[in-house]
């Protein structure tokens, strides 16, 4: 990736606007929201490409906040601003978590505060990545 789109990409993702999108707004005959641990459980399906560990075992997840109309919204981090999925990850996480039954609209904004470190994965990560 060249350095003009990812400074393009990361100027918007901190802003106002959301970084990636996914689903649709509920009807209201659409049955009832997901549950916190369903959205969790896509979250652990998706994965960084170069580290074999989730990005919820890897602590990139920061906010995870589901409504009651089903709509979610996600904060999420990388490991490095310079990460080369910057401009694909949110949109795999957006379309992760609309798949979950009874999600409505996902918006999944990228955050770079605080910075992330190894204290925020979770010791099953340490433990795969041999970082104990």
């Given at each position: ?21 996914a ?92 910075p ?17």
């Amino acid at each position: 990736m060249n350095a003009e789109p990812q400074r393009d990409f990361l100027a918007t993702a901190g802003g106002r606007e959301p970084t990636a999108r996914a689903g649709r707004p509920r009807g209201a005959d659409a049955g009832p929201p997901p549950n916190e641990e369903a959205v969790l459980e896509a979250l652990r399906c998706v994965f960084d490409p170069e580290i074999p560990v989730n990005i919820y075992d890897l602590g990139l997840i920061y906010r995870l906040d589901v409504r009651d109309n089903g709509d979610v919204e996600v904060d999420m981090t990388l490991t490095a601003p310079g990460c080369p999925v910057a401009g694909t990850m949110p949109g795999e996480v957006a379309r992760a978590v609309a798949a979950v039954p009874g999600a409505g609209e996902v918006t999944v904004e990228l955050v770079w505060d605080p910075p992330w470190d190894h204290s925020r994965m979770t010791d099953a990560a340490k433990i795969e990545l041999n970082m104990f």
